[in-house]
C-alpha cells in the first residue's frame, strides 16, 4: 500500500512521451503525484503509477487556458509541491503562413502562457516555503530558429532564456530551477504537430525513458540546464556558435513538409 506522507510532485503533460516517463521517475523517487494533460489518457498513466507505489491525482485541462491551469492549481489543495515539472507542451510543422492561426496561437499559449502562469502561482508557494525543484522542459530547439516550425522553435527559446532567468532570481533561495532540454525524442509530438513526413519527423529518436531520467537527475542535483544524449549535446554546441542564418537553413533540412522520404 501507498505510503500516507511523501513529497508531492506535480507534473503537467504526464499522460504520455516524456512527461508520462518523468512521472514514473518521480514516482520511483518516493513522490506522490498531482499529474495533468488535456485528455482521458491521462487515467490510464495513473493506474500505471499507482502500480509504483505512488498517491495519484489526475487533472483533465487545457492548460493553454487561465482556467485551465487555475483546475489544476486547485487539485493542488493547499499541500506544498516539492517538485514542479512544467513540461505540456506541443508543436506545429509547417510554412508559418500556412499554418492554421489558432494552432499555432495554441503552441503558444501551452508552451509559454500556461506553462509560467502555473510557475508563477506554484512559485510563490516554494517562495513562501522557501524549498522547491522546478523543471521546465525546454528543447535544444530553442537553439535555432526553427524553418517550418517556427512559432514552436521560438517558444522553447523563450523557455529556455525564461529557465536561465527565473534560475538566477532564485539563486539566493532554497529553489532551483532546472531546464531540461531534449532533442528529437520518440514519442507523439510528431504526430500530432502534423511532421511524419519531415526528416527530423522519420529520424531515429532518442527514448523518452532515458530523457527523463537525465532531466530527473539534473532536477535533483538543481542543476542549471541539461542537454539528453551526446549527439544533442554537440547539436546545440554547435549551433550556438553557427550564424542564425545557417541554423535556420539547417533547420529546413529536418523539418520542411516533404523532407522525409515519401
Ligand atoms: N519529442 C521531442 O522530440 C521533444 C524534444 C524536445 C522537447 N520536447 C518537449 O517535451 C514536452 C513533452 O512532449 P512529448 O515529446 O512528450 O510529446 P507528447 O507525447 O505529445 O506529450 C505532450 C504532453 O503534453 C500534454 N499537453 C499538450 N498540450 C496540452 C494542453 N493544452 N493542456 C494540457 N496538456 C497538454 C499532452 O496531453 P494531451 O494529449 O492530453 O493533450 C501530453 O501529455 C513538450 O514540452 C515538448 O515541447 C519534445
Given at each position: 500500500m501507498a505510503q500516507a506522507i511523501r513529497p508531492l510532485a506535480l507534473v503537467t503533460g504526464a499522460s504520455?512521451?516524456?512527461?508520462?516517463e518523468l512521472a514514473k521517475e518521480a514516482a520511483n523517487h518516493g513522490y506522490d503525484l498531482l499529474i495533468a494533460a488535456d485528455e482521458p489518457e491521462i487515467e490510464a498513466a495513473a493506474t500505471e503509477l499507482r502500480a509504483l507505489g505512488a498517491n495519484v491525482d489526475?487533472?483533465?485541462?487545457?492548460?493553454s487556458t487561465t482556467e485551465g491551469v487555475d483546475k489544476l492549481l486547485a487539485a493542488v489543495r493547499g499541500r506544498p509541491v516539492e517538485a514542479l515539472l512544467a513540461n505540456a507542451g506541443r508543436g506545429l510543422g509547417h510554412g508559418f503562413l500556412d499554418q492554421d492561426f489558432n494552432e499555432a496561437r495554441q503552441v503558444?499559449?501551452?508552451?509559454?502562457?500556461g506553462t509560467i502562469y502555473l510557475?508563477?502561482?506554484v512559485g510563490q508557494e516554494m517562495?513562501?516555503?522557501n524549498a522547491g525543484k522546478i523543471l521546465i522542459t525546454g528543447s535544444i530547439a530553442g537553439f535555432m530558429p526553427?524553418?517550418?516550425?517556427?512559432?514552436?522553435n521560438g517558444t522553447k527559446s523563450f523557455l529556455n532564456s525564461f529557465s536561465f532567468a527565473l534560475r538566477d532570481e532564485l539563486k539566493d533561495t532554497g529553489i532551483t530551477v532546472t531546464c531540461l532540454m531534449p532533442g528529437p525524442t520518440e514519442t507523439e509530438f510528431f504526430e500530432r504537430g502534423e511532421l511524419m513526413d519531415t526528416s527530423v519527423g522519420q529520424a531515429k529518436k532518442d527514448d523518452a525513458g532515458m530523457v527523463a531520467r537525465v532531466g530527473f537527475e539534473a532536477m535533483l542535483k538543481g542543476e542549471g540546464d541539461v542537454v539528453s544524449g551526446w549527439k544533442n549535446k554537440i547539436q546545440s554546441a554547435v549551433a550556438n556558435v553557427l550564424p542564425a542564418g545557417v541554423t535556420a537553413a539547417?533547420?529546413?533540412?529536418?523539418?520542411e513538409p516533404g523532407s522525409g522520404k515519401q
Open positions: 504520455t512521451g516524456i512527461g508520462r489526475t487533472v483533465q485541462a487545457d492548460l503558444v499559449d501551452t508552451n509559454i502562457t510557475i508563477h502561482k517562495r513562501a516555503r526553427g524553418s517550418f516550425q517556427a512559432v514552436y539547417l533547420h529546413r533540412g529536418m523539418a
